[in-house]
């Protein structure tokens, strides 16, 4: 089974700034930002038979790690205009 890259900065490479300004600056960020980086391991780990999981198991990492991914997105998105509404 090939994987997927499923980093952050490859999930969405247009916030790529963004990612790296909100891990420096914002506490919260990165809790969220680290969450979801451990949840795409474990998940590679589990695809990988390197850690054995139920399917449920799985699953349910992949939803937590998609409710995140879309906390972080909005998160990006604001940052990023409130960014673009500064440089105007």
């Known amino acids: 089974m090939s994987l997927e ?3 952050l900065a490859n999930e969405l490479p247009e916030f790529k700034e ?3 300004e909100l891990k420096m600056s914002d506490a ?3 809790k969220l930002f680290d969450e ?3 949840l795409t391991r474990e998940i590679e780990n ?3 038979e390197i850690v054995l999981a139920t399917t449920m198991e ?3 990492f992949k939803k937590r790690r ?3 991914k879309d906390t972080l997105y909005d ?3 604001k940052a990023k205009h409130e960014r673009d509404s500064q440089a105007v």
């Open 36 to 38: 979801y980086h451990f």
């Open 66 to 68: 998609l409710l995140l």
């Open 18 to 20: 963004e990612i790296h």
């Open 75 to 77: 998160y990006l998105k």
């Open 46 to 48: 589990m695809e990988q």
């Open 58 to 60: 799985e699953e349910e």
């Open 28 to 30: 919260h960020f990165r």
């Open 5 to 7: 890259n499923h980093s």
